[in-house]
């Protein structure tokens, strides 16, 4: 974390001279694992995503008001996530993880200029997509793609990648997690070694 740092009260970052830097080391885990046996449910929410003339979303800031609002919207309609559309009414991004759909055998996702974090996850699967063969674009889409997709799911450090069955009370596709999601939760977890090979220790 890196922040402003001492200083006298006011909005300028010049009245604090030396920034503050500090790390947090714990274990996260935003989801119970019956989800991602079972498919997680979320729905849409009024909040919009920030303009990125306001808040480019390349940034990693604790600046989460806008995400904390609509994920208090979803704990109201009982969701544990949400997602958010831009201004114009495209899916940007949810609350804390990026989305995923499947469509016509081509995985889709938003592209940052519509407001989606670049994340680091999101980023290993594109990377795994193009691995087995799996067309992916940074496309624009609406939430009537999210309802007619045939998979869906959310990326994200501590979600991992989390399969999405309802969306809105629509259950997608078989209301099962699909079987390219699993077959890349599967691979992601080789990659990161979790039910995956693992690396011997050395004696001595």
């Known amino acids: 974390m ?3 740092g001492e200083g006298d009260l006011g ?15 714990d274990k996260i885990k935003l989801y ?19 303009v990125n003339e306001a ?3 390349r940034i990693k800031s604790l600046n989460y008001l806008n995400n904390i609002l609509a994920k208090i919207e979803a704990s109201q309609r009982g969701a544990l996530e949400a997602i958010m559309l831009t201004q114009e009414g495209y899916v940007a991004e949810c609350t804390g993880d990026n989305l995923f759909i499947l469509r016509k055998g081509r995985l889709l996702t938003p592209p940052c200029y519509l407001g989606a ?13 193009a691995k087995l063969k799996v067309g992916c674009l940074e496309e624009p889409f609406t939430r009537y793609d999210v309802f007619t997709a045939e998979e869906a799911f959310l990326t994200g450090t501590a979600a991992e990648i989390v399969p999405v069955t309802k969306v809105d009370d629509r259950v997608l596709g078989t209301g099962l997690p699909g079987s390219l ?6 691979e ?17």
């Open 32 to 50: 119970p694992e019956k989800f991602y046996r079972e498919g997680l449910a979320i729905v849409t929410v009024p909040t919009r995503r920030n």
């Open 11 to 25: 909005l300028s970052p010049a009245n604090c001279p030396k920034p503050s830097y500090f790390i947090i080391t």
């Open 181 to 186: 999601t699993k077959r890349l939760i599967s």
């Open 188 to 204: 992601f977890r080789k990659l990161t070694l979790k039910d995956g090979p693992r690396i011997p220790k050395h004696k001595g």
């Open 55 to 57: 808040l480019s979303p």
């Open 2 to 4: 890196v922040t402003r």
């Open 117 to 129: 974090l670049e994340g680091v996850t999101r980023g290993v699967v594109m990377d795994l997509a």
